[in-house]
Each structure stands twice: as C-alpha cells, then as structure tokens.
Nanobody
Framework: QVELVESGGGLVQAGGSLRLSCAAP????????KAWFRQAPGKERENVAS????????LYADSVKGRFTISRDNDMNTVDLQMNNLKPEDTAVYYC???????????WGQGTQVTVSP
C-alpha cells in the first residue's frame, strides 16, 4: 500500500539538477524520521539521505555528499531532495520513506524515476 507520494523525477543531462518532493496525503507524519532511498537496475536499494524529525540529524551516502540536500517542512508534511551536479550513476528509481523509530521506515512511496544522460 502506497502511503507517500513522490514527485519531481525526470530526465536530465549530466551536471544538471532535479528536486524531488514527497508528500503524505491524509497522514500526519511531521514527527517521523524521513529518508530518500534509490535503487538502480541490478543493484541493491541504497539509503541516499536521511533526516530526523527535528531536522537536526542529517546523514548522506558518500556517493552524494556535497551534491544532494535533504530538507523537510513539518508544517507542510513534506520532505524534499535537492540533487545538483547529477551524474549518470545517479540514475535510479528514488523512493521516500518515513518511520517513527530511528533507522526503521515503514511508510513508503511508489517511487519516481530519475535518469541522468551523459
């Protein structure tokens, strides 16, 4: 069951930018920890970035540090992922996730495709 809704994926050339957004229609998850994951064909799912409920604890995968920024708006019940200087290896389906317990995510979106051309 899809609990979260992602938007903002698409096709971009290497070096370009995209901004992903995730909403939770009908659910109050302002106090949840949130994260973005991605999965490329033939690869395991990777935790790209995470942010705790207060926005004070933020972690990034080494592969995206300095290029991606996760942010949240608890009033709007959303979490965004700003992706800059995109590389072809960033091509994947991106999923947002939320959970009440640290490191555990039980609400997921349906995923949005991000394709970066050389």
């Amino acid at each position: 069951q899809v609990e979260l809704v992602e938007s903002g994926g698409g096709l971009v050339q290497a070096g370009g930018s995209l901004r992903l957004s995730c909403a939770a229609p009908g659910r109050f998850i302002s106090m949840y920890n949130k994260a973005w994951f991605r999965q490329a064909p033939g690869k395991e799912r990777e935790n790209v970035a995470s942010i705790n409920w207060a926005g004070t604890d933020i972690l990034y995968a080494d592969s995206v540090k300095g290029r991606f920024t996760i942010s949240r708006d608890n009033d709007m019940n959303t979490v965004d992922l700003q992706m800059n200087n995109l590389k072809p290896e960033d091509t994947a389906v991106y999923y947002c996730a939320a959970g009440a317990r640290s490191g555990f995510y039980d609400l997921w979106g349906q995923g949005t495709q991000v394709t970066v051309s050389p």
